[in-house]
């Protein structure tokens, strides 16, 4: 069936991105309660979300879904790194790092969460997230960026202060605030390849945002940067936490006030303009559902079309590793 343009529609209710939303009690007030981390380690109705090398421990079959255990279905874990996550379904949760790829249960494995997140129920999926980017940032403080003294968790493990007490600095989780940006000309929209890429896959335009600079001031520049094309109109959209490894992704929508395009700095490929016709009959390929790229491509065309472009037969989703 042809494409057809439809009467735009602006969406009634904007649902969290793939791995936000408020799944966790994070009850920071507990962090400091020693007694309290105490008893809850020594707890067996505490469950530990274990990672190795940044991979996240599942269960396939039947469904996708995360693997929760307690302390003692791990094994001897020495002095393994330990992050409390807060409270999840009711009990504590905390994140741990192990040293075995072997999956303690039969039927799991560990697997990147970059690919399954999509395929796990949404708060399973923003735990396992949190987790991620928690250990990521422990792993990284593990001496002092003053002294480079070792450096010891504390408050949980959302703390990492410096062993040196001529120093004793404290560190504190980290992200890396990301633009990512919708750009449309009002009939078409501006998207943008990597070499890296496979042959057909482009997305949304997106990158760092720099000291000194604000997230619509980001927007241009970037946009500039790597594709000469001018924007104004940046309207934010939603945010989406990407711990791949520390991001923070904070999605736009902007207008083009300029339309030739070049690609200057060799960040991209190519780019170009695209119709919805396009995008609904597989030219690009698409990024990944689960990926807020996506999200602001499928919303902009929802305005235009009014129809769901993950539901048009002809349209190319990049495929998910499982």
């Known amino acids: 069936m042809a494409w ?8 009634t209710h904007r649902a969290p991105n793939v791995y936000a939303g408020p799944y966790v009690d994070r009850s920071s007030g507990l962090r ?16 530990f979300v274990p990672l190795w090398r940044q991979r996240s421990l599942l269960r396939l079959e039947p469904e996708p879904a995360a693997v929760l255990l307690p302390l003692s279905a791990l094994g001897p874990v020495g002095d393994a790194q ?47 997230a949190y987790a ?6 422990r792993q990284r403080h593990r ?21 040196s007490p001529a120093c004793a600095t404290q560190s504190f989780p980290r992200i890396d605030p990301a633009m990512i940006v919708l750009v449309s000309d009002g009939e078409r929209a501006l998207l943008g390849r990597q070499a890296s890429w496979p042959p ?11 000291p000194g600079e604000s997230l619509e001031d980001a927007v241009a520049r970037e946009v500039r940067e790597e594709t000469s094309v001018e924007v104004d109109e940046v309207e934010y959209h939603s945010s ?15 207008r083009a006030r300029s339309l030739d395009i070049s690609c200057p700095d060799g960040e991209l490929e190519d780019a170009r303009w695209f119709t ?15 990926s807020i790229s996506f999200r602001l491509i499928a919303d902009w065309y929802r305005r235009l079309a009014g129809r769901e472009l993950a539901e048009e037969p002809g349209a190319r989703l990049w495929p998910r590793a499982r």
Do not use: N
């Open 143 to 163: 001496h002092c960026g003053a002294c480079g003294a070792p450096t010891r968790p504390e408050s949980g493990g959302h703390v990492m202060t410096c062993s």
């Open 240 to 254: 989406q936490p990407w711990p791949f490894p520390s991001s923070l992704m904070v999605g736009f929508h902007a």
């Open 276 to 290: 919805p016709e396009e995008l609904a009959t597989g030219t690009p390929a698409l990024p990944p559902p689960q």
């Open 132 to 137: 991620r980017a928690m250990l990521y940032w």
């Open 32 to 47: 400091k309660d020693a007694a309290w981390l105490a008893a809850a380690l020594a707890d067996d109705r505490s469950r």
């Open 200 to 210: 057909g896959r482009y997305s949304t335009i997106a990158g760092f945002v720099e």
């Open 4 to 11: 057809r343009p439809a009467r735009p529609t602006m969406p």
């Open 82 to 128: 330990v992050v409390l996550l807060g409270l999840f379904r009711g009990v504590a949760c905390f994140a741990i790092e192990v040293d075995s790829e072997s999956p303690p249960l039969p039927g799991t494995e560990y697997a990147d969460l970059r690919t399954s997140g999509a395929l796990l129920p949404a708060d399973e999926a923003g735990l396992l």
